[in-house]
């Protein structure tokens, strides 16, 4: 220990080597600075926001997606209460037609063409707007082949329509044959395929108790018809389609009627779609046809069908659509390329797929259009009477697809007309299994023109069946 004296004052201050050598270790010791509370509150905060995230990311991304299908979901669900009030507001205008849904082939009038040696051309040759405006129909020839007259068959010994008389006749065998068509035997049907000068034939009214009853105001239209274009939709199968592309001059001189029945009207008129006090929809005269003769809705359409000369007796030209089809060309357009301008008293298309009779038979077994059972009984009479296996008929085609028939009314036609329907009662409803074999055994019909598929399609837009047709109700209500 050291002291020292300063004035004869003194301190004294005693410092040992300890308490140096803690003084130096005070010296040399760093503070470290301190974080601010607020800084770090944050940082914790980021750090537990990015682990919610990488923890929950897969469900922030649903749930926008959830929200949108959501909203879209209500949007369509909104759309049906419009679609409703636009068929209610149309249902207000019973003269125009209620389109069921936007169909795609609608109303299009685009031309249909094909490649034909290295050229694109149109597959119906139709005249153009300016003539046709202008077209008229050809004056009354007499015919120059054999047959000149058609006798129908009748229970009746009354004549059913001008120039065409009916002979009484006594049945001996039941089958679909009834009271419309008459009772045809097989001898009868053989001597039918004779032509001669006059020819005998059944071709359904054959008794005023046969049904297809149609009112006398109707009658009445239907005898002032010179060109008619028809349709049918029985069972209420089909909607109706507006006729497009036509003239001014066809809308003169043409009538479209299109025979319903009472199911289609109640049908339609669901729809809102309902016939006005004149009778019509838009263009087509809509005849309601009661006490259908057939139970079979197929068959009852072949009437309209194949019998167009009796229903309409003053026409000399007719063409035929299918309801599942919307007919988009000048009626006097298409008689001039598809009859007039080739001399032909029958138009109408080839078949798409097949060409023979017996390949048909198979494909109508495999689609259900009809029993194996039935389908065979015509086969072996078929074959009886040596129909060949033949695919062409005149260099065409002979199988045909009967959606579209456009024809001239002559003798001649009438009686092929009548041949293939009682094809058609005495076998299957199928008609193009008929129509090859009654070309066949008609030999002397040979202006016909079967155009080919192309065409078809360029007169009209096909839209398929709509639904199902609903079977006949008999009297008691019992399903038939």
């Not at 008619?228 to 209420?236: D, E, K, L, P, Q």
């Not at 319903?260 to 087509?284: A, K, S």
Request: hydrophobic content about 35%; glycine content about 6%; overall charge positive.
């Amino acid at each position: 220990m050291s002291s020292s004296m300063f004035n004869g004052n003194s301190i004294s201050i005693s410092v040992s080597d300890d308490d140096s050598d803690e003084v130096g270790k005070m010296r040399v010791r760093v503070r470290r600075k301190r974080k601010k509370p607020g800084l770090r509150i944050k940082n914790d905060l980021i750090g537990r926001i990015v682990r919610k995230l990488l923890k929950w990311w897969m469900v922030l991304l649903f749930l926008p997606a959830a929200g949108l299908l959501l909203f879209e979901a209500s949007s369509i669900g909104r759309k049906p209460a419009l679609v409703i009030d636009s068929q209610l507001s149309m249902a207000k205008k019973p003269s125009f037609p209620l389109e069921r849904e936007p169909n795609s082939n609608l109303n299009r009038l685009d031309p249909t063409t094909r490649v034909i040696g290295g050229v694109r051309q149109r597959c119906l040759k139709i005249l153009p707007p300016e003539e046709l405006q202008h077209l008229d129909i050809p004056a009354v020839e007499e015919p120059t082949n054999l047959v000149k007259k058609v006798v129908y068959i009748s229970q009746n010994d009354l004549p059913y329509v001008a120039g065409n008389s009916s002979l009484p006749e006594q049945h001996t065998e039941p089958s679909r044959f009834n009271m419309f068509t008459g009772y045809q035997t097989l001898d009868q049907r053989e001597e039918s395929f004779k032509a001669n000068e006059t020819a005998l034939v059944h071709c359904g009214f054959y008794s005023e108790n046969g049904g297809f009853k149609i009112s006398d105001e109707d009658r009445t239209y239907m005898q002032t018809c010179k060109v008619v274009v028809s349709t049918c939709a029985f069972g209420g199968g089909d909607d109706l389609y507006q006729p497009i592309g036509m003239s001014e001059t066809s809308l003169q001189k043409v009538c479209y009627v299109a025979f319903w029945d009472e199911i289609t009207r109640t049908t339609q008129e669901l729809q809102g779609n309902r016939i006005g006090e004149n009778h019509f929809i838009g263009i087509w005269r809509i005849v309601v046809v009661r006490d259908l003769p057939f139970t079979d809705q197929r068959l009852n359409g072949k009437i309209p069908k194949m019998l167009g000369h009796r229903l309409f007796p003053q026409a000399r030209y007719s063409i035929w659509v299918d309801s599942k089809s919307q007919f988009r060309r000048d009626p006097l357009g298409v008689l001039e390329a598809l009859l007039w301008r080739p001399n032909s008293v029958l138009a109408i298309s080839e078949h798409g797929a097949r060409s023979s009779v017996y390949d048909e038979a198979k494909a109508v077994v495999k689609k259900h259009k009809a029993t194996p059972e039935e389908v065979e009984v015509q086969l072996m009479q078929y074959r009886h009477d040596g129909l060949p296996e033949d695919k062409r008929f005149n260099g065409k085609k002979a199988l045909s697809e009967a959606s579209v028939i456009v024809r001239e009314h002559t003798p001649l036609s009438n009686l092929f007309m009548c041949l293939w329907f009682n094809e058609v009662v005495r076998f299957t409803s199928r008609d193009q299994l008929s129509f090859p074999y009654t070309l066949w055994r008609l030999k002397v019909l040979k202006n016909i023109n079967i155009f080919p598929v192309c065409t078809r399609k360029d007169l009209v837009n096909s839209m398929g069946h709509i639904r199902k047709a609903k079977p006949l109700i008999t009297s008691h209500g019992a399903l038939v």
